[in-house]
């Protein structure tokens, strides 16, 4: 990966979440197709024996413009300072279902956030006009809701 894109996808964690330069000393990214890939491989794998580069952590959606995945979130989830939003269990419910929600906090800034559930990141959101969107796969949504419903109240669920 050349180092510009890699400065780049430094800044963008560090601007947008706060994750801190130095966390990525010790990764690799590497950029295959639109998606950014975070990994620790010690050597170069052959591109036959690959079955996964790593966890994909940025996508290009535009050629300048990155989309962190729910993924990428998920293995940033401590290091994440900023743009986490923390949901109540009727508020993780509500997006997991409908997949946008009204959310109304002054200090949250418009773009990308972290969505997180007793401080542990679950994925990816967009935030704007008072709206939090998901951008959590719909698999990984199901799959959050059926163990939802195992752990807490079934009066929660229409």
Do not use: H
């Not at 780049?8 to 010790?26: A, G, P």
């Not at 690959?50 to 993924?71: A, C, H, N, Q």
């Not at 009727?90 to 279902?97: C, D």
Request: hydrophobic share 40%.
């Amino acid at each position: 990966m050349n180092l510009e894109l890699k400065e780049k996808v430094k800044n963008f964690f560090f601007e947008r979440f706060r994750v801190s330069k130095d966390f990525w000393r010790d990764f690799n990214l590497i950029f295959r197709g639109k998606i950014i890939w975070v990994n620790k491989f010690e050597k170069e794998i052959p591109l036959n024996k690959i079955i996964s580069l790593g966890i994909p952590l940025l996508r290009v959606i535009r050629k300048d413009e990155l989309k962190p995945t729910s993924w990428g979130l998920i293995f940033l989830n401590k290091q994440i300072k900023e743009k986490k939003v923390d949901l109540k269990l009727e508020e993780l419910i509500e997006i997991l279902e409908r997949q946008k929600i009204k959310f109304e906090k002054k200090e949250l800034k418009e773009g990308y956030v972290a969505i997180s559930f007793e401080d542990k990141v679950l994925g990816c959101g967009f935030f704007k006009n008072k709206l939090l969107v998901s951008q959590i796969p719909k698999a990984k949504r199901t799959e959050l809701l059926n163990i939802l419903k195992k752990c807490y109240n079934k009066n929660l669920w229409k």
